[in-house]
Protein backbone atom coordinates (compact mmCIF):
# COMPACT_ATOMS: atom_id res chain seq x y z
CA UNK A 1 0.00 0.00 0.00
CA UNK A 2 1.72 3.71 -0.56
CA UNK A 3 0.82 7.00 -0.72
CA UNK A 4 2.02 9.31 -3.22
CA UNK A 5 1.82 12.78 -1.38
CA UNK A 6 4.55 13.87 -3.88
CA UNK A 7 6.52 12.07 -6.66
CA UNK A 8 9.70 11.58 -5.25
CA UNK A 9 8.55 11.35 -1.32
CA UNK A 10 6.26 7.83 -2.00
CA UNK A 11 6.39 6.10 0.96
CA UNK A 12 5.51 2.72 0.91
CA UNK A 13 3.35 2.22 4.35
CA UNK A 14 4.19 -1.49 5.11
CA UNK A 15 7.89 -1.67 5.03
CA UNK A 16 7.89 2.44 6.11
CA UNK A 17 10.63 3.02 3.33
CA UNK A 18 10.14 5.25 0.54
CA UNK A 19 8.81 3.38 -2.54
CA UNK A 20 12.34 3.99 -4.39
CA UNK A 21 13.63 1.59 -2.11
CA UNK A 22 11.18 -0.25 -1.06
CA UNK A 23 12.10 -4.10 0.26
CA UNK A 24 9.25 -5.78 0.98
CA UNK A 25 9.86 -7.90 -2.01
CA UNK A 26 12.29 -9.29 0.30
CA UNK A 27 10.73 -10.30 2.91
CA UNK A 28 10.15 -13.90 4.13
CA UNK A 29 7.58 -14.60 6.28
CA UNK A 30 9.12 -17.28 9.19
CA UNK A 31 6.27 -18.97 11.03
CA UNK A 32 7.32 -19.52 14.84
CA UNK A 33 5.49 -20.34 18.28
CA UNK A 34 6.87 -17.57 19.93
CA UNK A 35 4.97 -14.45 19.70
CA UNK A 36 7.53 -11.49 19.28
CA UNK A 37 5.82 -8.20 20.81
CA UNK A 38 8.18 -5.34 19.02
CA UNK A 39 8.04 -1.91 21.09
CA UNK A 40 9.29 0.80 19.16
CA UNK A 41 10.89 3.99 20.34
CA UNK A 42 9.37 7.02 18.30
CA UNK A 43 12.58 8.51 17.51
CA UNK A 44 13.06 5.32 15.61
CA UNK A 45 9.77 4.99 14.01
CA UNK A 46 10.67 8.75 12.58
CA UNK A 47 14.01 6.77 10.82
CA UNK A 48 12.24 5.50 7.89
CA UNK A 49 16.17 5.61 6.37
CA UNK A 50 17.07 3.06 8.77
CA UNK A 51 14.66 1.41 11.22
CA UNK A 52 14.36 -2.49 11.12
CA UNK A 53 11.72 -2.71 13.29
CA UNK A 54 9.30 -3.09 10.56
CA UNK A 55 11.08 -5.74 8.74
CA UNK A 56 11.30 -8.02 11.51
CA UNK A 57 7.25 -7.11 12.09
CA UNK A 58 6.86 -7.81 8.45
CA UNK A 59 8.90 -10.99 8.74
CA UNK A 60 7.65 -13.07 12.00
CA UNK A 61 3.72 -13.00 10.94
CA UNK A 62 3.31 -14.38 14.65
CA UNK A 63 4.29 -11.05 16.30
CA UNK A 64 2.90 -7.37 16.55
CA UNK A 65 4.46 -3.89 17.00
CA UNK A 66 3.97 -1.23 19.12
CA UNK A 67 5.11 2.21 19.20
CA UNK A 68 5.85 4.50 22.64
CA UNK A 69 8.10 5.02 25.45
CA UNK A 70 5.92 4.48 28.00
CA UNK A 71 3.65 1.29 27.73
CA UNK A 72 3.25 1.03 31.68
CA UNK A 73 -0.34 1.48 30.94
CA UNK A 74 -1.00 -0.08 27.61
CA UNK A 75 -3.85 -2.13 27.92
CA UNK A 76 -2.81 -4.81 25.33
CA UNK A 77 0.41 -4.67 26.76
CA UNK A 78 -0.56 -5.20 30.20
CA UNK A 79 -3.12 -7.74 28.82
CA UNK A 80 -0.20 -10.25 27.30
CA UNK A 81 1.63 -9.02 30.50
CA UNK A 82 -0.77 -10.06 33.10
CA UNK A 83 -2.21 -13.62 30.97
CA UNK A 84 -1.57 -16.68 33.02
CA UNK A 85 -1.40 -18.26 30.04
CA UNK A 86 1.85 -16.29 29.00
CA UNK A 87 5.50 -16.59 29.78
CA UNK A 88 6.79 -13.56 29.14
CA UNK A 89 10.39 -11.93 28.68
CA UNK A 90 11.89 -9.13 27.28
CA UNK A 91 15.32 -8.99 25.29
CA UNK A 92 17.82 -6.88 26.91
CA UNK A 93 21.33 -7.90 28.40
CA UNK A 94 21.31 -7.40 32.20
CA UNK A 95 22.98 -9.21 34.85
CA UNK A 96 19.95 -11.09 35.47
CA UNK A 97 19.32 -12.31 32.17
CA UNK A 98 18.80 -15.75 31.27
CA UNK A 99 21.40 -16.28 28.64
CA UNK A 100 19.87 -18.08 25.63
CA UNK A 101 22.96 -20.05 24.67
CA UNK A 102 22.92 -21.82 28.03
CA UNK A 103 19.56 -22.52 28.83
CA UNK A 104 15.97 -22.21 27.19
CA UNK A 105 13.26 -20.06 27.75
CA UNK A 106 9.66 -20.87 28.11
CA UNK A 107 7.20 -22.50 30.11
CA UNK A 108 5.07 -26.12 29.71
CA UNK A 109 1.71 -25.58 28.63
CA UNK A 110 2.01 -21.40 28.33
CA UNK A 111 2.55 -19.56 25.08
CA UNK A 112 6.42 -18.33 24.84
CA UNK A 113 6.18 -14.58 24.32
CA UNK A 114 9.76 -12.42 23.93
CA UNK A 115 9.39 -8.41 23.78
CA UNK A 116 11.63 -7.06 21.42
CA UNK A 117 12.94 -3.25 22.19
CA UNK A 118 13.57 -1.37 19.14
CA UNK A 119 15.47 0.99 19.57
CA UNK A 120 19.17 2.78 20.33
CA UNK A 121 20.86 1.61 23.61
CA UNK A 122 20.19 4.85 25.38
CA UNK A 123 16.14 4.80 23.86
CA UNK A 124 15.67 1.18 25.27
CA UNK A 125 16.99 2.04 28.29
CA UNK A 126 14.19 5.07 28.67
CA UNK A 127 11.29 3.02 27.46
CA UNK A 128 12.91 0.31 30.51
CA UNK A 129 12.78 3.60 32.86
CA UNK A 130 8.87 4.11 31.55
CA UNK A 131 7.83 1.11 31.54
CA UNK A 132 8.50 -1.15 35.01
CA UNK A 133 6.26 -3.83 33.46
CA UNK A 134 8.23 -4.55 30.88
CA UNK A 135 11.36 -3.93 33.20
CA UNK A 136 10.09 -6.39 35.34
CA UNK A 137 9.87 -8.99 32.97
CA UNK A 138 12.38 -12.07 33.13
CA UNK A 139 15.51 -10.89 30.72
CA UNK A 140 16.71 -12.85 28.33
CA UNK A 141 20.30 -12.37 26.19
CA UNK A 142 22.69 -13.91 24.25
CA UNK A 143 26.92 -14.24 23.25
CA UNK A 144 27.59 -13.26 20.10
CA UNK A 145 30.74 -13.01 18.05
CA UNK A 146 28.79 -11.34 14.88
CA UNK A 147 29.91 -7.94 13.78
CA UNK A 148 26.69 -6.16 12.72
CA UNK A 149 26.39 -5.54 9.41
CA UNK A 150 24.58 -1.99 9.64
CA UNK A 151 27.85 -0.60 8.43
CA UNK A 152 26.26 2.98 8.23
CA UNK A 153 24.13 3.15 10.95
CA UNK A 154 26.44 4.59 14.71
CA UNK A 155 26.17 2.04 16.84
CA UNK A 156 27.79 2.50 19.74
CA UNK A 157 29.88 -0.94 19.83
CA UNK A 158 30.05 -2.91 16.96
CA UNK A 159 28.32 -5.56 19.13
CA UNK A 160 25.32 -3.83 18.50
CA UNK A 161 23.32 -5.57 16.47
CA UNK A 162 20.08 -4.15 14.71
CA UNK A 163 17.06 -5.61 15.98
CA UNK A 164 16.27 -7.72 12.91
CA UNK A 165 20.15 -9.14 13.42
CA UNK A 166 19.24 -9.63 16.73
CA UNK A 167 15.54 -11.44 16.05
CA UNK A 168 17.75 -14.09 14.01
CA UNK A 169 20.07 -15.10 16.61
CA UNK A 170 16.91 -15.52 18.84
CA UNK A 171 15.78 -17.63 16.48
CA UNK A 172 18.57 -19.41 16.14
CA UNK A 173 19.04 -20.34 19.79
CA UNK A 174 15.41 -21.20 19.86
CA UNK A 175 15.35 -23.28 16.86
CA UNK A 176 19.09 -25.13 18.90
CA UNK A 177 16.59 -25.69 22.25
CA UNK A 178 13.99 -27.01 20.15
CA UNK A 179 11.32 -25.37 21.23
CA UNK A 180 11.54 -23.42 17.28
CA UNK A 181 11.62 -25.85 14.02
CA UNK A 182 12.58 -22.95 11.46
CA UNK A 183 13.86 -24.51 8.62
CA UNK A 184 17.92 -23.75 7.58
CA UNK A 185 15.84 -21.73 4.16
CA UNK A 186 14.10 -19.58 6.37
CA UNK A 187 16.83 -19.01 8.64
CA UNK A 188 19.02 -17.86 5.39
CA UNK A 189 16.33 -15.49 4.23
CA UNK A 190 15.37 -13.88 6.89
CA UNK A 191 18.12 -10.87 6.92
CA UNK A 192 17.80 -10.63 3.00
CA UNK A 193 16.01 -7.26 3.36
CA UNK A 194 17.97 -6.06 6.24
CA UNK A 195 20.85 -6.94 3.68
CA UNK A 196 19.52 -5.38 0.16
CA UNK A 197 18.43 -2.11 2.76
CA UNK A 198 22.48 -2.17 3.57
CA UNK A 199 23.45 -2.44 0.10
CA UNK A 200 21.00 0.34 -0.70
CA UNK A 201 22.47 2.43 0.98
CA UNK A 202 26.00 2.00 0.76
CA UNK A 203 25.25 2.34 -2.89
CA UNK A 204 23.68 6.09 -2.16
CA UNK A 205 26.10 8.84 -1.19
CA UNK A 206 24.03 10.79 1.19
CA UNK A 207 25.27 7.89 4.24
ZN1 LIG B 1 7.62 -1.82 1.21
Redesign the pocket.
Known sequence: M?NKKSKNRAV??????P?SS????Y?VPVETETRFVILMHPKEFRKTKNGTGHFTH?SLPNSEIHIGVDFSKHTTINKIINDPENSCYVLYPHKTSINLNERSIGEESKKRIVFLIDSTWPCSRAILTDSPNIDNLQKVSFSHTEVSGFTFKQQPKAYCLSTMESTLCVLKLLNEHRVEDISPQKMKGFLKPFEKMVEYQLSCNHV
Not at 22 to 25: A, E
Open positions: TCYRCYRECMCDIL
